[in-house]
């Protein structure tokens, strides 16, 4: 009995120490603490509560139960973020991280039949979640019995173009209630989407097996699952309608504090880098994960992906930096509008960040049209702008050497078609200052010879109260040049 006792108390211990109590927000004070499921095995992950200690709806809202459909955990990762003004909201914003790591479907080291976290909760009353990960999910919504509960998915496919898909849908269970709100999520959310193709439907219930069947048919939880589409379309917007979507709901259920683009937490510490890296029209296909992949060893980094919505409705105010991949400058120019040029445009003057690489230091440029024109470079023999792709050597000069790396001679590079570079003598913006020059060139079709060896690669100047860091070559898609790549983001935050 007494030895009982004393592991009972341990364990509580154990669990006090696992769960993170944090933060009374003076704008509505709501206690947040953050815990873990399926502790000590491959399976864990944490949730997260926000809770008003007034009374109100419990929602839950869960990401990333399909492993290849990363919007809806990257959605819920901003969500959990958010304030509300009742009840209590809880996150579980990455509920299969190994299949996440995975980009796969199924769930990593299970048998076929078992290997579908959303197939592996109870079918039928008495039946037990079938693995260790939907057991702990189970528990969790028993433990806290969410009044509703929202599961955020991707589809393949548009549903109304491609039956076989349930992409851009929300998929009810069958309960009055749950039918009302959903019609009103897509009310809001179809009202952004133009292509009459691509607007999201009303469909249920949900298969069974699946998270949102059985908290409606076992535990009478008002549940849904929420299905944007993947194909052809970035991360940025996806996250968005998911966003969009749950600020609706909270909205008719009287919770809503802010709106749907708060992406990150206001409570900061001090040495966090909030980076935005845009990743809609004009920007090529690998950029974005790239630049993630070499910034996130960043300690405190939170990277964001932008679309042009978010960027034109302001919230670049919530970040240190944005960034500009790879891709084409005139079309990301485009994409983005004249608003959007002018947000980013404002954002540098009044002391943020710009990183751009290739396409991005085309748009920072001086001398086009389009050319944001906050850095003192034009882009020069413009005609042969399609020069070639291939590896190129860079070397720092002393400058670049203090700032992005303190490698000697001649650094290999990957170029493809970025601009070539030279002081545009703009009197409204201070000089460039170069950091690496081009020691080799590439001169395809019918490029002249000569011009692009010894111009700058890399240059960083300030506009306004802000700082601009431009590449031409691609250090985020050479392999060994991630740390140079993680200067630059501290350099264009200011650290
Ligand atoms: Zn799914």
Redesign the pocket.
């Known amino acids: 009995m007494q030895q009982s006792n004393r592991i009972c108390v341990c364990l509580r211990l154990a669990l006090l120490l696992f769960c993170s109590i944090a933060l009374q927000s003076p704008a509505f004070a709501q206690k947040r603490w953050s815990c873990g499921i399926a502790q000590g095995t491959m399976w864990e992950t944490r949730y997260y509560v926000a809770d008003t200690n007034k009374p109100g709806p419990v929602v839950m809202i869960v990401g990333g139960?399909?492993g290849n459909?990363p919007a809806g955990a990257r959605a819920a990762e901003h969500i959990r973020h958010w304030r509300i003004t009742k009840g209590k909201l809880i996150v579980l914003p990455r509920a299969n991280n190994p299949a996440l790591k995975n980009n796969s479907r199924s769930m990593p080291a299970l048998p076929k039949g078992r290997s579908n976290l959303?197939r592996n909760f109870p079918k039928a009353d008495g039946d037990r979640p079938k693995c260790t990960l939907s057991k702990a999910i189970w528990e969790l919504i028993g433990s806290q019995r969410p009044d509703w509960l929202l599961d955020l998915?991707?589809g393949s496919d548009f549903t109304r173009i491609n039956s076989k898909s349930v992409g851009s849908s929300v998929i009810a269970a069958k309960m009055p209630e749950v039918a009302e709100l959903a019609g009103r999520m897509l009310d809001t959310l179809n009202e952004t989407i133009e292509d009459p193709n691509k607007k999201f439907v009303l469909k249920g219930p949900p298969v069974n097996g699946s998270l949102a069947r059985a908290a409606a048919e076992r535990l009478k939880i008002k549940s849904m699952i929420l299905e944007t589409t993947y194909k052809d379309q970035p991360i940025s917007r996806r996250a968005r309608q998911h966003r969009i979507m749950v600020h609706r709901f909270l909205s008719d259920l009287a919770m809503a504090a802010g709106g749907p683009d708060v992406l990150v937490s206001d409570a900061r510490p001090d040495d966090a880098i909030y980076v935005a890296i845009y990743d809609a029209g004009g920007v090529g296909g690998k950029g974005p994960g790239n630049l993630e992949h070499d910034l996130r060893p960043i300690p405190n980094i939170v990277l964001r992906r932008v679309g042009v919505a978010e960027i034109t409705g302001g919230v670049l105010k919530q970040f240190d930096v944005v960034i500009a991949p790879g891709g084409s400058g005139s079309k990301q120019a485009r994409a983005l509008g004249d608003d959007g040029c002018r947000a980013i445009v404002e954002f540098v003057e009044n002391g943020g960040g710009y990183a751009g690489f290739c396409a991005g230091a085309y748009l920072a440029s001086n001398n086009y049209t389009w050319s944001l024109k906050i850095i003192d470079a034009d882009v020069i023999d413009r005609k042969h702008w399609k020069r070639g792709t291939g590896q190129v050597k860079i070397e720092l000069t002393g400058e670049g050497r203090r700032l992005l790396s303190d490698e000697p001679g001649l650094i290999d590079i990957r170029y493809a078609n970025g601009p070539i570079l030279a002081p545009a003598q703009d009197a409204n913006i201070p000089d460039f200052k170069a950091l690496a020059h081009f020691r080799t060139e590439i001169n395809k079709n019918n490029a002249p010879e000569g011009v692009m060896k010894d111009t700058p690669a890399v240059i960083v100047g300030r506009y306004g109260h802000g700082r601009v860091f431009c590449s031409s070559p691609h250090p985020e898609s050479t392999e060994g040049l991630e740390p140079l790549v993680r200067q630059a983001i501290r350099w264009s935050a200011g650290r």
């Open positions: 139960v399909h459909e959303n998915h991707e």
